[in-house]
């Protein structure tokens, strides 16, 4: 929540009440700053001290694209692009600049159209958001130029785009900002394939229906900033810009056709068309899904990138019916890195369901780590525990209410640990 939940959408945040109510419970315990995974704390040495061990780490890692010109600066992962504007500490010394007037965002998911609506809003948008302040700074530096143009490209039609309805309508609500579609490519929508998608999903028929509504409604627009959708494109190579030797200046794709996918019919997949466009871009954001990654001793489905299991029991490896006993998992580490924060609801309740039917009628022989031991784990000793993360939380929210801001973040690791009194 706090590195993921974009600044802009506050009204999402509100489940940290629910964090909070479950760690005031007298029978919770909070140990923050520790490494599960490390030598010092071992996946075995919770499995010996508790019943129930849960992994719930979601994914912390990209996919990337990986096509010529990868390495030219000013292309970058969307996921670290989100780590640096929530504050992640691994981010806060990322040295990001905006250098022209167009970005492509490779890929049309939800964390696609939140990086598009934070840099069309500009500082302007953002400065009364919890954004990280080093973000704020650079958007008000010279090395960051105003945004006119954010072009999402998707390698796929507009109805199997993977953003959500909520998160389109509100583009299309925000002040100065054209949302443009080509007429061509919505057509892609009405195509046989695209049909027979709609007609399985709801949800696909009425995103589709509030798109061909947007596009009617701005395609007369002169607003000044503008969110372009283009459909049938996959990038094949980042062009260097000529006039900046080893930055980026465009990107070329292949536009593609859709055909139906040979594993599900029901479903289509992309092929290329053999054609060509270049797309003008000094920042490209690559947002083609987040990945999970492995903990030592841990089984992991390295194709899938989760955990494996069955109902949120961990096998021992993808290919076993064994659990590994007192092992569970949650969240995108169970299922991949989809569905918004209340798909985490029904999952957690599976997990948990496994958990209590599990421990029916069994000993309670185990009791938990002692807290001397955890902090040991911690590496440096400097466990924070429920005190010192209110201590951080009333930093953070009072330096937020003298700037009408939410909170500012704390992005040093070593500062939130002396706030912390560790
Ligand atoms: P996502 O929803 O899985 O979208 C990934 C996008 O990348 C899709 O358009 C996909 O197209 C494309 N893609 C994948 N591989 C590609 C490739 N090799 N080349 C070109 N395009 C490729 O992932 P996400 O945007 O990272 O979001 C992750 C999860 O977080 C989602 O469940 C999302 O809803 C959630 N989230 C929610 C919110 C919110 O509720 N406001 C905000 C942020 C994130 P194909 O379909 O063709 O593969």
């Not at 504050?87 to 990086?115: K, L, R, Y």
């Not at 507009?158 to 509100?170: H, L």
Request: hydrophobic fraction near 40%; charge should be neutral.
């Amino acid at each position: 929540m706090r590195f993921g939940v974009a600044p802009d959408h506050p009204e999402v945040k509100v489940v940290q009440h629910d964090f909070q109510q479950t760690i005031d419970d007298p029978r919770c315990r909070f140990f923050g700053n520790v490494t599960v995974g490390s030598p010092a704390l071992p996946l075995s040495a919770l499995l010996s001290a508790y019943h129930a061990t849960v992994l719930s780490y979601g994914a912390s890692s990209a996919r990337r694209v990986e096509v010529k010109g990868s390495h030219l600066r000013g292309v970058g992962s969307a996921r670290r692009f989100v780590d640096w504007y929530n504050g992640h500490p691994s981010a806060m010394n990322d040295d990001v600049e905006v250098p022209g007037a167009n970005v492509v965002v490779v890929g049309q998911g939800n964390v696609a159209i939140d990086c598009a609506r934070l840099l069309i809003k500009g500082k302007a948008g953002m400065h009364n958001t919890d954004i990280a302040d080093h973000a704020l700074s650079a958007m008000a530096s010279p090395s960051w130029h105003d945004v006119t143009r954010v072009t999402l490209i998707g390698r796929r039609g507009p109805v199997q785009s993977a953003f959500t309805t909520a998160e389109f309508r509100e583009l299309a609500g925000l002040e100065g900002v054209k949302v443009e579609l080509r007429e061509d490519e919505m057509r892609v929508g009405e195509e046989d394939a695209s049909v027979r998608e709609m007609a399985d999903s709801r949800p696909k028929k009425r995103k589709f229906a509030l798109m061909k509504e947007i596009q009617q409604q701005h395609a007369a627009s002169t607003a000044p900033r503008t969110i372009a959708f283009r459909f049938l494109l996959a990038p094949v190579e980042y062009l260097e810009d000529a006039d900046r030797p080893g930055y980026v200046g465009a990107v070329r794709c292949q536009k593609m056709a859709l055909v139906p996918s040979p594993s599900s019919p029901s479903s289509t997949t992309a092929v290329s068309s053999g054609q060509v466009e270049v797309l003008q871009a000094s920042l490209v954001l690559e947002s083609i899904g987040y990945l999970s990654t492995p903990l030592p001793g841990l089984p992991f489905d390295s194709v899938r990138a989760v955990v494996p299991s069955i109902h949120g029991r961990v096998l021992s490896s993808p290919s076993s019916p064994a659990f590994i006993p007192g092992l569970y998992v949650s969240g995108w580490l169970k299922r991949g890195p989809t569905g918004i924060i209340g798909s985490n609801i029904a999952d957690a309740r599976e997990t948990v369901s496994s958990i209590v039917e599990d421990l029916r009628g069994r000993e309670h022989e185990k009791h938990g780590m002692d807290v001397e031991r955890v902090r040991q784990a911690s590496g440096d000793g400097r466990l924070v525990d429920k005190e010192g993360w209110t201590r951080i939380d009333q930093w953070e929210r009072r330096a937020g209410e003298e700037q009408g801001r939410g909170r500012v973040k704390l992005t040093s690791l070593d500062q939130m640990l002396r706030i912390a009194g560790v």
